[in-house]
């Protein structure tokens, strides 16, 4: 506290991300990071970037990103906006296009940046509750609101949610605003991208931090009909110019483009995650459906903090919430088959 701070920020809770160690020896499980390295496309487009032309403001409109971006996903480029990080296009989404009279809905256990925002923004917000098996039920978004915001697949659950019901639930609110956060939707679900053009009060966004294996650079993107782009672009145009350095448009652009590289990454980690998805359940821990590069698991027999704080000892970070309804869970991020290895081993160790 201190006296010369706004009322605002005096009122604001921040967001604490998962724990970035120091120690370089971890098996490092806890943030959903991809493990494999990104597009060898993207790191040699980054390199010539340095090369030529750092003297210089990058494009404040990054249009080539756009046009790649609206290349792969069958858009016009004016249905997508680009951020640092999808983080910072969902603030930009809070304060253009969720902050209204009515308050805002989001399930109960969710991405924990969207109260954050809430207090940043000064947004009314309504949790809505998960099933006992933590699924989205479109019928509980009917009640009057000033926009709707879920992550499919859900986090930290990893459950999907199909096509069908989002359109339910959009059916129900043509007044509203519907933003679809798809950080995971590339491990196993259906996008909602080509509902945008039936819907224009849909916003979908992506980032290249997970699928694409890279959450250093801080690429993000949404896409939506062009008056809510528009939205978003007034708002970054009123906040930050430049928020895509050189690097992130030049490296962006050449990972989109790289499919192949892409495809080849995401199967792998799926074929991992069911992998592991058997050996957990046969060591008697309740594991949820996954459609994400994460698993969201229970064992009924043990402590999730107290089996999170023994797999530390053996340098394995996991993540657990001290959150009402999880606070018996465990959110393990799909690494490489040898890290699922050394989790097992621990764990068998650990439950004996
Ligand atoms: C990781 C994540 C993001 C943020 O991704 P960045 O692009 O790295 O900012 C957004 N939403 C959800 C649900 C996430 O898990």
Same mark, same amino acid.
């Given at each position: 506290?201190?006296?010369?701070?706004?009322?605002?920020?005096?009122r604001l %809770?921040?967001?604490?991300?998962g724990?970035?160690?120091?120690?370089?020896?971890?098996?490092?499980?806890?943030?959903?990071?991809?493990p494999?390295?990104?597009?060898?496309?993207a790191? &040699?487009?980054?390199?010539?970037?340095?090369?030529?032309?750092?003297?210089?403001y990058?494009?404040?409109?990054?249009?080539r990103?756009k046009?790649?971006l609206? %290349?792969?996903?069958?858009?016009r480029?004016?249905?997508v906006?680009?951020?640092?990080g999808?983080?910072e296009?969902?603030?930009?989404t809070?304060?253009g296009?969720?902050?209204?009279e009515?308050?805002l809905?989001f399930p109960? !256990?969710?991405?924990?940046?969207y109260?954050?925002?809430?207090?940043?923004?000064e947004i009314?917000y309504?949790q809505?509750a998960?099933?006992?098996?933590?699924e @989205?039920?479109?019928?509980?978004?009917?009640? =009057?609101n000033?926009?709707?915001?879920?992550p499919n697949?859900n986090? =930290?659950?990893?459950r999907?949610?199909p096509?069908?019901?989002?359109r %339910?639930?959009?059916? &129900?609110?043509?007044?509203?605003?519907v933003?679809v956060?798809?950080?995971?939707?590339?491990?196993g679900?259906?996008?909602a991208? =080509?509902?945008v053009?039936?819907?224009?009060?849909?916003?979908v !966004?992506?980032?290249l931090s997970?699928s694409?294996?890279?959450?250093?650079?801080?690429v993000g993107y &949404? @896409?939506?009909?062009?008056?809510?782009?528009?939205?978003?672009?007034?708002?970054?145009?009123?906040f930050?110019s430049?928020?895509?350095?050189?690097?992130? @448009?030049? *490296?962006?652009?050449?990972?989109?483009?790289?499919r192949?590289?892409f495809?080849?990454t995401c199967?792998r !980690?799926i074929?991992?995650?069911?992998q592991?998805?058997?050996r957990l359940s046969?060591?008697?821990?309740?594991?949820?459906?996954s459609a994400a590069?994460f698993?969201?698991v229970?064992? =009924?027999?043990r402590d999730?903090a107290?089996i999170s *704080?023994?797999?530390?000892e053996?340098? !394995?970070i996991?993540?657990?919430f001290?959150?009402?309804?999880?606070?018996?869970?465990l959110?393990i991020t799909? *690494? %490489?088959?040898?890290?699922?290895?050394?989790?097992?081993?621990?764990?068998?160790q650990?439950l004996?």
């Amino acid at each position: 506290m201190n006296r010369y701070w706004s009322s605002v920020v005096h009122r604001l %809770t921040p967001y604490v991300p998962g724990e970035q160690p120091k120690q370089t020896d971890l098996v490092k499980l806890n943030t959903n990071e991809n493990p494999y390295a990104p597009s060898p496309r993207a790191l &040699a487009a980054m390199a010539q970037e340095a090369k030529e032309s750092l003297r210089l403001y990058p494009d404040p409109n990054a249009d080539r990103l756009k046009q790649a971006l609206a %290349t792969c996903y069958r858009v016009r480029p004016d249905q997508v906006f680009v951020g640092n990080g999808s983080d910072e296009v969902l603030a930009h989404t809070f304060l253009g296009l969720l902050r209204h009279e009515q308050p805002l809905l989001f399930p109960d !256990i969710s991405y924990s940046f969207y109260p954050v925002y809430c207090g940043l923004y000064e947004i009314d917000y309504r949790q809505v509750a998960l099933s006992e098996r933590f699924e @989205i039920d479109p019928r509980d978004y009917t009640r =009057p609101n000033g926009g709707i915001i879920f992550p499919n697949p859900n986090a =930290p659950t990893g459950r999907v949610l199909p096509l069908a019901a989002i359109r %339910t639930i959009l059916d &129900a609110n043509p007044d509203s605003v519907v933003v679809v956060d798809e950080a995971y939707i590339d491990f196993g679900g259906e996008s909602a991208i =080509p509902l945008v053009a039936d819907y224009p009060n849909l916003l979908v !966004i992506q980032t290249l931090s997970k699928s694409r294996s890279l959450a250093g650079l801080r690429v993000g993107y &949404a @896409i939506g009909d062009s008056g809510l782009i528009e939205a978003l672009e007034r708002v970054k145009n009123s906040f930050n110019s430049y928020p895509l350095d050189r690097f992130a @448009i030049a *490296g962006a652009v050449a990972a989109i483009e790289d499919r192949d590289h892409f495809e080849q990454t995401c199967q792998r !980690i799926i074929r991992t995650r069911e992998q592991l998805a058997r050996r957990l359940s046969e060591l008697g821990f309740e594991v949820l459906p996954s459609a994400a590069n994460f698993l969201f698991v229970h064992h =009924p027999g043990r402590d999730a903090a107290e089996i999170s *704080g023994l797999l530390r000892e053996q340098s !394995i970070i996991v993540r657990h919430f001290r959150q009402p309804r999880i606070e018996q869970f465990l959110r393990i991020t799909i *690494g %490489t088959d040898e890290q699922s290895e050394r989790l097992c081993q621990a764990l068998e160790q650990i439950l004996k």
